[in-house]
């Protein structure tokens, strides 16, 4: 069986529901940091639902891995055009397939951090979400800033404090501003 990705996608046999619009034309509004299965199951599909209906093209989602971990997720959303399938399992016992296509892209902070904060210094996001789990907190007392940051960011927190500066020197609202 060859590789989800967007080459591939017409060919995917049926049942299984794929997007209805066109992924080219998506335009990223979101970084989520770790994109595991609850983020898949739920944020990214119920996108994909409102972009199937015509609506939140400009929602499209940047995926961000920040734990070793995440690099083979790199890897799996790379290979796959970050498409991928979500099997949903209803009250009677059927199941449903559908391939979700809201997430459009998906760095991976330890390898290119400044890409990460450029993406979340743009003024096209306006959400910075995350997963969080017992290991994804990654704090170390040592590596905290008070003041300006001057290291690498390490974590969630420091790479979300950069891109804030950042934003804020270019004049651009905080992505939560309204």
Not at 144 to 153: E, F, L
Request: with cysteine; aromatic share 8%.
């Amino acid at each position: 069986m060859p590789t989800l990705s967007n080459y591939t996608l017409p060919s995917v046999p049926g049942p299984v529901s794929q997007p209805a619009y066109n992924r080219s034309r998506l335009t990223e509004g979101i970084v989520h940091f770790g994109v595991g299965g609850f983020h898949r199951a739920h944020q990214a599909m119920y996108l994909d639902r409102l972009m199937n209906a015509g609506k939140a093209h400009d929602w499209a989602i940047c995926g961000v891995g920040v734990l070793p971990s995440d690099a083979h997720m790199k890897k799996v959303m790379d290979s796959q055009d970050c498409l991928y399938t979500l099997t949903v399992k209803h009250a009677d016992g059927t199941r449903q397939a559908r391939i979700i296509g809201s997430i459009t892209s998906y760095l991976f902070a330890p390898d290119n951090p400044e890409a990460v904060i450029e993406k979340m210094a743009s003024p096209a996001i306006r959400i910075v979400s995350l997963t969080v789990t017992e290991g994804g907190y990654n704090f170390h007392r040592r590596q905290s800033c008070v003041g300006p940051c001057r290291r690498q960011p390490r974590s969630k927190t420091t790479t979300y404090q950069a891109s804030l500066r950042r934003r804020h020197r270019s004049g651009f609202l905080s992505p939560h501003a309204g």
